[in-house]
């Protein structure tokens, strides 16, 4: 079914011919964000199947100009809550079909009878933060973005950390270095499940599947196995911490993964030779930028960022919305979910 405006746009379904009208969408209004048909096209392919996902595009004379989309998060995951996403481009912004694609989509999470949805925008997005705010959502969350010049970073402050991690027992090898433990897969496995039960979450956390951390994280074409790196206890063998750096096909930036370190080996310099790893290899490489998210209150990770010269950009704020009370029923889907 489509839906027609005054501004004669229609709704529809997505289909998998939409990827590069997606992508060019994203990057007309995420413009430091690039993405590409390709990497959307991995994350629809490699979902978790529990998590429901659909997307609406908005069309005039042929032409996409707005995407509105639910999903479901496999680390946050309940079968009644989604994410819910409205992208305009921006020529188009201001004639409401930002509005349509919103109620649209809302529309179509209703044979899930769902229980809340959520959102994130920036802070200095004002007409997105007053989207939100107008239809009753409120602020659950907030998570600095923090970027590194990797030209302007001077490591002579840091000479010695990774000498004095080495001397506690901890090696650090990459993700290519492991390859030849047979247990490599499932020893990260088992760190990033440990590690993400730490992490701070607008919902509550649920822990991913072996399978999937397989086949969406491990196999994710930007993942970069020499950018992975392991903290491991020398004496034992225990996978203790991990950092990583991710590769955006949309741009020559990095994107920082997650950094952390199990509870046991915490307050011995891991995290910092981790991070400084990772800034050696941007370097080396010639890359410009460095990217990464930390939640407002998580003063840790915070400070060891600002010690290696990360500036903080606009923070980031996730939002939400009650629906419904709780009332135990599970839900079965009585439509076909599209796009």
Same mark, same amino acid.
């Given at each position: 079914?489509?839906?027609?405006?005054?501004?004669?746009?229609?709704?529809?379904?997505?289909?998998?011919?939409?990827?590069?009208?997606?992508?060019?969408?994203?990057?007309?209004?995420?413009?430091?964000?690039?993405?590409?048909?390709?990497?959307?096209?991995?994350?629809?392919?490699?979902?978790?199947?529990?998590?429901?996902?659909?997307?609406?595009?908005?069309?005039?004379?042929?032409?996409?100009?707005?995407?509105?989309?639910?999903?479901?998060?496999?680390?946050?995951?309940?079968?009644?809550?989604?994410?819910?996403?409205?992208?305009?481009?921006?020529?188009?912004?201001?004639?409401?079909?930002?509005?349509?694609?919103?109620?649209?989509?809302?529309?179509?999470?209703?044979?899930?009878?769902?229980?809340?949805?959520?959102?994130?925008?920036?802070?200095?997005?004002?007409?997105?933060?007053?989207?939100?705010?107008?239809?009753?959502?409120?602020?659950?969350?907030?998570?600095?973005?923090?970027?590194?010049?990797? $030209? %302007?970073? @001077?490591?002579? /402050?840091? #000479?010695?950390?990774? &000498?004095?991690? !080495? =001397?506690? +027992?901890?090696?650090?090898?990459?993700?290519?270095?492991?390859?030849?433990?047979?247990?490599?897969?499932?020893?990260?496995?088992?760190?990033?499940?440990?590690?993400?039960?730490?992490?701070?979450?607008?919902?509550?956390?649920?822990?991913?599947?072996?399978?999937?951390?397989?086949?969406?994280?491990? $196999? %994710?074409? @930007?993942?970069? /196995?020499? #950018?992975?790196?392991? &903290?491991?206890? !020398? =004496?034992? +063998?225990?996978?203790?911490?991990?950092?990583?750096?991710?590769?955006?096909?949309?741009?020559?930036?990095?994107?920082?993964?997650?950094?952390?370190?199990?509870?046991?080996?915490?307050?011995?310099?891991?995290?910092?030779?981790?991070?400084?790893?990772?800034?050696?290899?941007?370097?080396?490489?010639?890359?410009?930028?460095?990217?990464?998210?930390?939640?407002?209150?998580?003063?840790?990770?915070? =400070?060891?960022?600002?010690?290696?010269?990360?500036?903080?950009?606009?923070?980031?704020?996730?939002?939400?919305?009650?629906?419904?009370?709780?009332?135990?029923?599970?839900?079965?889907?009585?439509?076909?979910?599209?796009?």
């Amino acid at each position: 079914m489509s839906t027609r405006m005054r501004t004669r746009v229609t709704i529809r379904p997505a289909t998998d011919a939409d990827y590069p009208a997606l992508a060019a969408i994203e990057n007309a209004v995420f413009t430091d964000y690039p993405t590409t048909p390709d990497t959307i096209r991995f994350g629809d392919e490699h979902r978790d199947p529990k998590c429901r996902q659909a997307r609406f595009i908005a069309e005039r004379e042929g032409e996409a100009v707005g995407v509105g989309s639910y999903s479901q998060s496999a680390s946050m995951y309940h079968p009644r809550k989604f994410g819910l996403g409205v992208t305009v481009r921006p020529e188009w912004q201001g004639q409401r079909i930002g509005a349509a694609l919103y109620d649209h989509t809302l529309g179509a999470l209703d044979p899930f009878a769902p229980l809340s949805i959520r959102g994130q925008v920036r802070a200095d997005w004002a007409n997105s933060v007053h989207f939100l705010r107008v239809r009753g959502f409120g602020e659950t969350m907030r998570s600095w973005e923090s970027r590194l010049a990797v $030209a %302007d970073f @001077d490591p002579a /402050p840091f #000479a010695g950390a990774e &000498a004095r991690t !080495a =001397a506690s +027992g901890i090696t650090i090898r990459t993700f290519a270095e492991l390859a030849s433990d047979p247990e490599r897969d499932h020893k990260l496995y088992e760190l990033d499940r440990d590690l993400s039960e730490d992490v701070p979450h607008p919902e509550p956390h649920t822990p991913i599947s072996r399978e999937f951390f397989v086949e969406r994280i491990l $196999a %994710d074409p @930007d993942l970069i /196995p020499e #950018a992975y790196f392991v &903290a491991i206890d !020398a =004496a034992t +063998g225990e996978y203790a911490g991990m950092g990583q750096l991710w590769h955006s096909q949309g741009s020559d930036d990095l994107y920082n993964g997650l950094t952390g370190v199990r509870r046991a080996y915490r307050r011995r310099g891991i995290a910092l030779t981790l991070k400084l790893r990772g800034i050696a290899y941007a370097k080396a490489q010639g890359r410009p930028t460095i990217k990464t998210w930390n939640e407002s209150n998580n003063r840790a990770m915070l =400070a060891i960022n600002e010690a290696l010269g990360f500036v903080k950009q606009p923070v980031w704020i996730d939002f939400a919305k009650t629906l419904r009370e709780d009332d135990g029923v599970p839900v079965e889907p009585t439509v076909e979910e599209e796009g």
